[in-house]
DNA sequence: CAGTGTTTCTAGCATCGCTAGGATTGCTAG
DNA sequence: CTAGCAATCCTAGCGATGCTAGAAACACTG
């Protein structure tokens, strides 16, 4: 039965290519151009095809980029850990920056990913931990949870006004000095 | 020449109907809600009057909305200057939170409106001087343009993460109490 | 009352996400 | 080898979106 497994493999292939195509066009030209015709165009299938993949739609094909999202956010901040406060912190502004699409699908749009309860994905919570891991030796007497919470939603903040012009662009070096400046410090 | 003053005055209020019927129903359903028909038929008229006091489209008339949420979250923020920095951050939050879809509109979607720049109206520049005035007094050493930026980023990021449920509910209050402790002490 | 200019509506275009039903393909059993 | 079955895929279409052109209705002027 090795042919069902090839069968399988194609089909899983196919799936990661249509996720990949998401991605590129969501990077080259925004969510909005990602339409279900350009990528069955994309990936020389009918649009049909991208609902056996995925029943939910275009929102469940950007929530499956979010996960791989989440993925390498992870990754990039556990890279990151050994730079401390302002290392982790730079690495999530960076990927931020990177790939601005992607962070949109992963946290401005697509709310459909359960966040911060029980079946919430082991690659979010990774992504996450990654945060708590530099936070956690300088809370102090703090909570840790909640200070992370607040440090992440500054990034974040720091990010998406930056994005839609609303800050001055040319202290975004120095706005991120003071996020960690008023977090990194032990208390 | 008063029968045309009437018009004037007919269009304008047409014009202020067209942009609280789009509040109103973004407010109970969502800015996806508001379409262009069911705007038309609200105010009762059909869609093409739209375009005569909004060439924009729609994009222009959650514009106007968003102006007028400027209006009303520097009037808020004023009247909150005498409560400190505390006072403004939970006037900030809680404007926020009454009138979530205004807010998305302000600050999420239409990127159109030019923000931090010589263009910008006098509103949106209210609004952000109600910011200003409790964090410049605060600033010490600091650049308050900086640190205010910061600021704002940190409830923004709070406002945001929170609605899409991205931070635990339990802990909403100790988090501005946070911010507010990070931010609000004098350097 | 006729003419003129403005205002408004009807109808339609292109596109969107999504789906039903038939056509095509590939596998299996006789 | 072939007939039948099952899985796969595509064509065609639905309802709805933002937006617009051209016709119809209106109000005002001479």
Redo the contacts between chains.
């Keep these: 039965m090795t042919q069902r497994q090839r069968r399988v493999r194609d089909r899983t292939e196919r799936g990661q290519r249509i996720v990949s195509a998401a991605r590129e066009l969501a990077e080259a030209e925004g969510w909005d151009a990602v339409t279900t015709r350009r990528l069955a165009a994309l990936i020389e299938y009918s649009q049909p095809v991208l609902y056996s993949h995925f029943p939910g739609g275009k929102d469940a094909i950007m929530a499956a980029a979010a996960l791989e999202g989440f993925a390498e956010l992870a990754a990039a901040l556990t890279a990151a850990r050994d730079g401390g406060v302002a290392g982790v912190a730079g690495a999530y502004v960076e990927f931020a920056g990177a790939k601005p699409a992607l962070y949109d699908a992963m ?2 749009l697509a ?1 459909e990913l ?3 309860q029980d079946d919430t994905p082991e690659v979010m919570q990774e992504a996450y931990g990654g945060l708590v891991a530099v936070i956690e030796p300088v809370a102090g007497t ?2 840790a ?3 992370t ?2 440090f ?7 990010i ?2 930056d994005r ?5 662009p040319a ?1 975004r070096a ?2 991120l000095d ?2 960690v400046a ?2 990194g410090a032990r208390t």
């Design positions: 946290f401005t709310s359960p966040f911060a703090q909570d949870g909640v200070l919470e607040v992440w939603s500054a990034l974040h903040g720091l998406t006004l839609g012009h609303r800050l001055s202290h120095e706005r003071l996020v008023r977090f």
